[in-house]
């Protein structure tokens, strides 16, 4: 059975064809009405902290090993959020909003039982290709999160292989000024289900977590057709500083339950999430994702595709008329709340560790500037 709405079905075979003669960046592609999110990327850096409690009770481990343990129990909660939730919410895959060059979007995650508030800054740092920098704070448990996002797509045997490009850095502040850092990669995404006109993602091969105390979480994803014949599965084996040897291993469902070689519960992600807390479109400025789009949105939303695609036209067209008026100046687009570093440091030297492929990576580093957000 297809999901493509029979006047639609045309468009939606010659976009298939535009991908697979194309590999690059499918953000330009036009894709046919039934397939569009009326939602921006810049919105995904969210999907980090959807189980606030999670996030949180990383500074509460005991030790480095236990940190190790915490953030690979947080950061496989944050997959089924990442990677299912416009399935469960949308109906199927879709295609992203694509933000435009300085596109902000803030929130935060209020401090209930004791966790502390979470706050969230993400800026769109590059339109062509599509690049998305954000910044996660706990500031009350000492925890932050920044990174980039950007993807390198290719077509292959019917299905969208996404390579994902940038990386994290978790950072837990310790009392008596110490720090760990954990580095983060992202796995490699296939887009499956594009005949039928219902995308959806699973993961492939291998991402991992780096401590900078040396704990190393390699975790291995696999799909449908391996081991078990479900899909989403994730392997994590944990091994101490220097050591081949897993201490810790884990397996199970990423968008489910997982345990650890005992059989005691890992993750659990049954249960409902949080999503991030907004300011209406009435406060926010014009920087800002919802407003920027909200008549874009509200035509995809309301089935009205002549409104979305003249709005967005606009939305295109000042942007033009920015970049022209840049050229004609001599200036260039100022980042607002990140610098950019052409190799950063830290990914070098945990990335040595387990020899991160490639050796070095660019970042957007924050530049603490946020916006004041409401807090309890
Ligand atoms: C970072 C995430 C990322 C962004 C999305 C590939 C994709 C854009 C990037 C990698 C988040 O932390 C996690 C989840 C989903 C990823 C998206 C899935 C997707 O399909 C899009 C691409 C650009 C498309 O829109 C392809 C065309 C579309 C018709 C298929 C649904």
Redesign the pocket.
Known sequence: ASAVPASQKGSWAS?LKSIAAFSGD??SLT?PPF?LSPIS?TE??A?WCERPELFAAIADAKNEEDRSIAVLRWFISTLKG??TSRNEKLGS????LNPVLGELFYGYWPDIKGRGQTNLVVEQVSHHPPITAYWIENASKGITLQGH?A?K?SFSGGS?I?K?IGHAVLTVNLPEGKKEQFLITLPR?R?DG?WYGS?Y?ELSETSYIQSSTGWLSTIEYKGKGYFSGKSHQFKAVLTPPGSNNAKHTYEGLWHEKSKDSRGAPFTDVTGPKEEVTVASVEQQNEWESRRLWQHVARGIREGDFEVASREKSKIENDQRQRRRDEVAAGTKWELKHFDYIDSDPLYEELGRLFKAVPPTEDAYVYKQNGPTLPSA
């Open positions: 976009f499918l953000s894709a397939i990327l995904f850096p999907y990442q990677y895959e879709k295609k992203p996002n993807q797509t969208i996404v994902q995404l887009i594009l995308p993602v």
